[in-house]
């Protein structure tokens, strides 16, 4: 599976940003995916995941309320909706998808595979 994300950039605090992430090969659509960021001199963290039909979500509690993880099938696509940014949600952004399972299970979800990260930059 291969990963294209996009959709970063800058942004005032308080405004929002759609991210999107783009997979080939066909087993996509079957298994959970989801995003983690990495803020200068910090560890990458997760954010959000979905399962593999859509049903079941996961998110971090520092972006629970604000934004949105949903994905569409048919495109290949995964997005993240963020909404009321604020400057420590500065950072690069990757999204990933699961090797075989359809459920994330938890905000402990990480990724088998992961794509290019989208800087997304938040100034107050």
């Known amino acids: 599976v291969q990963l294209q994300a996009s959709g970063g950039g800058w942004v005032q605090a308080g405004g929002s940003r759609r991210l999107s992430c783009v997979a080939s090969?066909?087993?996509?659509?079957?298994?959970?995916a989801g995003w983690s960021r990495q803020a200068p001199g910090k560890e990458r963290e997760f954010v959000a995941a979905i399962s593999a039909r859509g049903g079941v979500t996961y998110y971090a509690d520092s972006v629970k309320g604000r934004f949105t993880i949903s994905r569409d099938n048919a495109k290949n696509t995964v997005y993240l909706q963020m909404n009321s940014l604020e400057p420590e949600d500065t950072a690069v952004y990757y999204c990933g998808a699961d090797k075989r399972r359809t459920t994330p299970g938890g905000s402990d979800w990480v990724a088998d595979y992961w794509g290019q990260g989208t800087q997304v930059t938040v100034s107050s």
């Open positions: 090969g066909r087993t996509f659509s079957a298994v959970a």
